[in-house]
């Protein structure tokens, strides 16, 4: 399994907490961004600047993606994308995509950008906040569990 993160508008600290789990656990982390990005030096982590565009990042997360691996990203079509190709989602207030939720949530997001472009005002997200952190960091545990737990047969 790897993880990869949309990493353009992904909060710090949730980068933190990735880094801290990457080490950890020996997992590999790539963060994919349209800038250059500072990474801790260590064999699991690597940055990948991508050029600047529209989606780019996106793409190329979806291109590289392989079943199983795990995806951070608050971009719901990219969730949408990547559970599309068998891996999975988390975004960064801790919410687990999955091909039963994802569809819901991009009909909300679709219906949601409908409003706005028609002038009605629907407000942003609220700020991100400690209880957001901890959900992320709860949730990222839990799935790094579940992918490490042997099957049946296995020590």
Not at 22 to 27: K, V
Not at 53 to 69: C, P, T
Not at 85 to 112: C, I, S
Request: aromatic share 6%.
């Amino acid at each position: 399994m790897q993880i990869w993160v949309d990493a353009d508008a992904c909060p710090g600290v949730i980068k933190e907490i990735l880094f801290r789990a990457a080490i950890r656990h020996g997992l590999p982390l790539t963060l994919v961004a349209n800038q250059w990005l500072r990474v801790p030096p260590s064999t699991h982590i690597r940055s990948v600047q991508v050029p600047q565009g529209f989606d780019v990042a996106d793409s190329h997360i979806v291109e590289q993606v392989s079943a199983g691996d795990l995806v951070i990203t608050a971009d719901i079509p990219l969730a949408a994308l990547v559970i599309d190709k068998r891996a999975f989602a988390l975004n960064p207030r801790g919410e687990l995509y999955t091909a039963e939720n994802v569809r819901q949530a991009l009909d909300m997001r679709n219906f949601m950008d409908s409003l706005r472009s028609s002038g009605i005002d629907t407000g942003g997200p609220p700020a991100f906040s400690q209880a957001d952190r901890q959900s992320f960091a709860n949730e990222l545990d839990r799935f790094i569990a579940r992918q490490r737990k042997p099957g049946p047969g296995h020590p």
